[in-house]
Nanobody, 124 residues
């Protein structure tokens, strides 16, 4: 089993930055597909970014967000810059032991493990 714990969320003004962390335990996730999803109130969970041996981004965050991993720390990060009010959501880290590709990395049902989420609020 893999346990995921997110941190780094908070309140930030429009144009600000935050860095989310997702610390994994239980297994080494260096070969796992790691993803970030988010869910705003009243909306469905949506894909944000993922990393295998390459990175994937939703169009809405491309150029503003960067996903990375530190295998020595078994941790994945999401650097979020130029934040907008529409980025407000609970952000979830997800992991799957397979090396997903294509559209599959954007599908929440493909991921076996999930964190509890961290709230990101961007004020206007």
């Amino acid at each position: 089993q893999v346990q995921l714990v997110e941190s780094g969320g908070g309140l930030v003004q429009t144009g600000g930055s935050l860095r989310l962390s997702c610390a994994a335990s239980g297994r080494t996730v260096s070969t796992y597909t790691m993803g970030w999803f988010r869910q705003a109130p009243g909306k469905e969970r949506e894909f944000v970014a993922a990393i295998t041996w390459i990175t994937y981004y939703a169009d809405s965050v491309k150029g503003r967000f960067t996903i990375s991993r530190d295998n020595a720390k078994n941790t994945v990060y999401l650097q979020m810059n130029s934040l907008k009010p529409e980025d407000t959501a609970v952000y979830y880290c997800a992991a799957d032991r397979r090396s997903l590709s294509g559209n599959r990395v954007t599908m929440s049902r493909e991921y076996d493990y999930w964190g509890q989420g961290t709230q990101v609020t961007v004020s206007s």
